[in-house]
């Protein structure tokens, strides 16, 4: 099996920073990409930012300019590092990994169980 697991969400005030982690373990042979979803009450979960294994990022236009994904393949881990945070960023995000296990042919999508980020006073 394959799992991920977030870390570093929290509250923080509007203009604060955070960085989120996912480490990806298991039986895996390639991670094609890893990125960040997340979804706020009442919306459907949204693709916050992307990164293939070439180190080729996508960005929602509601986050350029302020957040940075990146990723240390030889850990598979992804980080995402967020700035200026403002009430429109609460949620909850989500890891997700495009991987190929051990003695597969094929790439599946896996998902983290998501971590609270709040932005408030």
């Known amino acids: 099996q394959v799992q991920l697991v977030e870390s570093g969400g929290g509250l923080v005030q509007p203009g604060g920073s955070l960085r989120l982690s996912c480490v990806v373990s298991g039986r895996i042979e390639n991670i094609n990409f890893m990125g960040w979803y997340r979804q706020a009450p009442g919306k459907q979960r949204e693709l916050v930012a992307s990164?293939?294994?070439?180190?080729?990022?996508t960005y929602a236009d509601s986050v350029k300019g302020r957040f940075t994904i990146s990723s240390d393949n030889a850990k598979n881990t992804v980080y995402l590092q967020m700035n200026r945070l403002n009430s429109e960023d609460t949620a909850v995000y989500y890891c997700?990994?495009?991987?190929?296990?051990?003695?597969?042919?094929?790439?599946?999508?896996?998902w983290g169980q998501g971590t609270q980020v709040t932005v408030s006073s």
């Open positions: 997700q990994a495009n991987v190929r296990r051990v003695g597969y042919s094929m790439f599946n999508d896996y």
């Open positions: 990164i293939s294994s070439r180190y080729i990022t």
